[in-house]
C-alpha cells in the first residue's frame, strides 16, 4: 500500500555531485489533520483588531483550551507551515466557540469505522456457511453503518455530526460482539477453512477496538491523538501520516531517493514516520559517500532542506559547491561560488523532477497494489530496478 486513495506529489530533495541527486518521495491520501504552530514576527500590521489575551471573559469557556493556547500565544500563527492572518483565525475560533471544526474531512474518522463493519460483516457471513447454518443469530448493521457515514459527510451540523458518530460506534461495537461470539462457538479444530476464519478474527478484533478508541478520543472528546498513536487504515496497519508544506496530510511512506546525473537512482531509503526534509539532507549525503568511496563535488537540493547546519557539514564532508533551491537566510556566496553556478545546480534540480514523474507515471511508484509492509518494500524497489535497467538499455557509453 502506497497511498490509498488520492495522489499528492511531495517536495523532492535532489542532491547533485558531479552529478548526485538525492530526491524525498512520498504518496497517500488525505487526511484531515492540520497543525497550528506560532512563528514570531516583529513587524505585525498596526490596523489589526487588537486582541489580549489577558482580558478575562465573563461567558463561560467551552471549547478547546488547546486551540485557545495557540491562538493567544504572541507572533503570527502559521498552519502546515503557511503564514495566516492572526486576527481572521482568531476570529473563525471565536465564531465556533473554540471547537474543533470537522467540515474539511469528516469523512476520514467514519472510512475507518464503515470498513470495519463491513469486514466484521462478510466474516460472520463466512462463519454461518463454516458453521452450516449453527451459528448464533445475529443482525447486520452493514446499511446502518454505511447510511450514518453518509450522513456524517454532508452533516454541518457539529452536534448533529456527534450524534451520528455515537451511533455509528455503537453499531460497530454491537457488530463486534456478534463476531466475539461467533467465533467464542466456532470449533478450533473443524477445518483448516475454519483455523483460518479464526486467524482473521484475531487480527482484526484488536485493530477494531483501537480504531473505536481512538474515534471516542478524538470525535466524542475532543482529544488529540498523536500521530504515532494513530490508526489511519485497517488493512495497511504500516501507514504513516505524511505532512508536507500546506498540502493535505497523507497517508503512505516517505521515501527518499538518490539521483545522479545519468539519471540512474543510486539510493533508495523508505523512512518512518514523517522525519522533517531537513534531517535528512546529511544522512543521504553520509550514505552516498559510504557506497561510492567520496562526497560529490556538487549538490542542489530543495529549500526544504536548506539550514545553515546542513550548509556546513556538507562543505565539510568535501561538498564544493552546495546549491538550496531556496536561499532562507543564506547568500549564494556562502553556498556556491559563482552566480553561474548556482543557477546551473538549480535548473540540474528542476530536470530530475522528470525522471521522478517516469518513475511515478511509467514505473508504478505513485501507487503500491502489493499488500504488507515487506511486499510495500519489494514493489517500492521493483519499480525503481525496472526503471534503471530502462534507463541503462537506453544509455551510450561516453
Same mark, same amino acid.
Given at each position: ?15 547533485? !555531485? ?23 514576527? =516583529?513587524? /505585525? ?26 491562538? &493567544? ?12 492572518? &492572526? ?5 473563525? #475560533? ?12 469528516? *469523512? ?22 463454516? @458453521? ?15 447510511? $450514518? ?5 454532508? =452533516?454541518? =451540523?457539529? !452536534?448533529? $455530526?456527534?450524534?451520528?458518530?455515537? *451511533? +455509528? ?13 461467533? /467465533? ?10 475454519? *483455523? ?26 475532543? *482529544? ?36 545522479? $546525473?545519468?539519471?540512474?537512482? +543510486?539510493? +533508495? ?16 549525503? &553520509? ?11 556538487? /549538490? ?56 521522478? @514523474?517516469?518513475?511515478?507515471?511509467? #514505473? ?22 525496472? #526503471?534503471?535497467?530502462?534507463? +541503462? ?6
Amino acid at each position: 500500500m502506497f497511498i490509498r486513495r488520492r495522489i499528492r506529489d511531495g517536495k523532492w530533495l535532489i542532491l547533485a !555531485a558531479g552529478a548526485v541527486a538525492f530526491a524525498f518521495v512520498f504518496c497517500g491520501s488525505g487526511l484531515s489533520c492540520a497543525a497550528v504552530s506560532a512563528e514570531t514576527n =516583529s513587524a /505585525a500590521s498596526a490596523d489589526k483588531p487588537s486582541h489580549d489575551p489577558m482580558t478575562p471573559d465573563p461567558t463561560p469557556f467551552n471549547g478547546s483550551p488547546e486551540i485557545k493556547t495557540r491562538l &493567544d500565544a504572541p507572533g503570527k500563527p502559521t498552519i502546515a507551515g503557511e503564514r495566516l492572518h &492572526d486576527w481572521l483565525l482568531r476570529r473563525f #475560533y471565536i465564531a465556533h466557540g473554540y471547537q474543533t471544526v470537522w467540515d474539511g474531512h469528516p *469523512e476520514e474518522a467514519t472510512r475507518l469505522l464503515w470498513d470495519a463493519v463491513r469486514v466484521m460483516v462478510r466474516l460472520l457471513r463466512q462463519a454461518d456457511e463454516l @458453521s452450516a447454518g449453527a451459528a448464533p443469530a445475529w443482525r447486520s448493521h452493514r446499511r446502518l453503518a454505511k447510511k $450514518r457515514a453518509l450522513a456524517i459527510k454532508y =452533516s454541518r =451540523s457539529p !452536534a448533529e $455530526r456527534i450524534k451520528l458518530y455515537r *451511533e +455509528l460506534i455503537a453499531a460497530t461495537r454491537t457488530t463486534l460482539g456478534h463476531l466475539q461470539t461467533a /467465533a467464542a462457538q466456532m470449533p478450533t479444530s473443524a477445518s483448516l477453512a475454519a *483455523e483460518a476464519w479464526q486467524a482473521q478474527v484475531r487480527h482484526y478484533q484488536p485493530l477494531i477496538e483501537r480504531i473505536m478508541a481512538q474515534c471516542e478520543r478524538r470525535v466524542l472528546r475532543g *482529544e488529540t491523538v498523536p500521530a504515532q498513536e494513530k490508526l489511519v487504515s485497517l488493512f495497511e496497519t504500516h501507514a504513516d501520516i505524511i505532512l508536507k508544506g500546506s498540502r493535505e496530510p497523507c497517508y503512505g511512506h516517505k521515501l527518499n531517493l538518490t539521483s545522479g $546525473r545519468s539519471g540512474l537512482i +543510486l539510493d +533508495l531509503v523508505i523512512e518512518t514516520g514523517n522525519p522533517a526534509d531537513s534531517e535528512r539532507f546529511v544522512p543521504m549525503l &553520509d550514505r552516498h559517500i559510504t557506497f561510492y568511496g567520496s562526497a560529490p563535488r556538487q /549538490a542542489a537540493a530543495d529549500g526544504g532542506y536548506a539550514t545553515r547546519d546542513n550548509l556546513d557539514q556538507a562543505k565539510a564532508r568535501g561538498v564544493a559547491d552546495v546549491a538550496f533551491h531556496k536561499k532562507r537566510g543564506l547568500t549564494i556566496e556562502d553556498m556556491v561560488k559563482s552566480h553561474w553556478v548556482y543557477r546551473k545546480l538549480r535548473n540540474f534540480r528542476a530536470g530530475i523532477e522528470a525522471g521522478i @514523474s517516469c518513475l511515478k507515471r511509467a #514505473y508504478g511508484l505513485a501507487r503500491s497494489t502489493w499488500r504488507g509492509l515487506a511486499h510495500f518494500k519489494a514493489y517500492v524497489w521493483s519499480s525503481v530496478v525496472a #526503471y534503471n535497467l530502462a534507463l +541503462l538499455a537506453r544509455l551510450r557509453p561516453a
